[in-house]
């Protein structure tokens, strides 16, 4: 016995995060098709099942497609469904997070209807939009406690003060500056390039630091 | 302008785990149709979107449809993807495991085809179903490090020796006692019954502890 069933609607959405002047942003678009035209929102897609080899490669080709930008650092966030997230039917996103440095996303903002909103503004979005931005800051948070992730808001090397600055920002708490060198060195997962720099407003320089591994053990494959 | 695209499968399987004569185990079915009828596989179906308001009520519905059991903490892992995972084509599959006292699987045990398998002995599965394992593995033992996952393999109470035998189990590894212990306690997830047990094999007493949050910050809606 064979029965066939309606296949539901599957999607991916980005949440491409970066910290500009101090606060935690995420690019939003605005959309130019229904449900929804003309409102902002997360960037989305369908797969196509012609193109994609999987999901991961789905959000990829969106974020190229629709961003401009590839070799980005994404991983997958979670998966939200429901009968009722979206007008067109029962349907499932497949959501994917990516961490870059302001410098990266700042060519997309030239793209029309492409901006940069600072989380903490976030509220309203069309679908179930709010919620996927809000589980992303958390699931950043919750690692962002422990993992070398928020090392990703900066460019290839950096000191420990910006280190520091950007964790702060992240948290979105006062991290005493000493404890933080101590846990953070701890964990092993920086490396130092072997030259200074000194920092806007430093009176000394600061030694460099690279993560050891840029792809990472977050980078996952599913 | 409207384009139709040919929509992928969109399944959900599950990951039971249980802690079996100090293993770690995972419940798995013997297929009854096609693809690779016959092999031993985890349990999943499809999404009925005339029955199912999200992804997770088609988890628990599977669960409860081909398991027999309700009420059962299900966590969403990760969902895996892609042209080649599925010879009946382009699929998406969400992963769900769930955490279970031996005591609750073990009814489930006398339904035909349902096998306890010991993780270390899994290989060979259809499907990706393999490293989905794996990663439910590698989940609980990222998180198990630092939460309270391994507790719901115990019952509703349980003394610190119990929760220390199972933490073992989960990673894989001896854990001191003492520094067990506190650390257990400084995280703050424990609150004491109020009453006392002894253990097979203890000859003193041990206090009685539960889970304060049984629901837990673990249990996504998503």
Known sequence: MTTTFEKPILTIDLVPLTVRDGRLCVLLAERGQ???????ALI???VHVDKDCNLGETARRVLRDKVGLSKLYVEQLSTFSGADRDPRGWSASVAYFSLTPFECLQPALNRTGLDL???A???GLPFDHDLIVRAAVERLRGKGAYSDLPARFLGESFTLPE???????VLGERINIDAFRRKVLERDFLEATGEKRTDEGATRPSALFRLKSAASVFDRRF
Chains 1, 2 share one sequence.
Request: net charge neutral; aromatic share 14%.
């Open 44 to 46: 989305g897609g369908y």
């Open 163 to 169: 280190l520091h600055r950007v964790y702060q920002i």
């Open 121 to 123: 503004a976030v509220s």
């Open 34 to 40: 229904e449900p929804f035209a003309g409102r902002q």
């Open 117 to 119: 909103v600072d989380i």
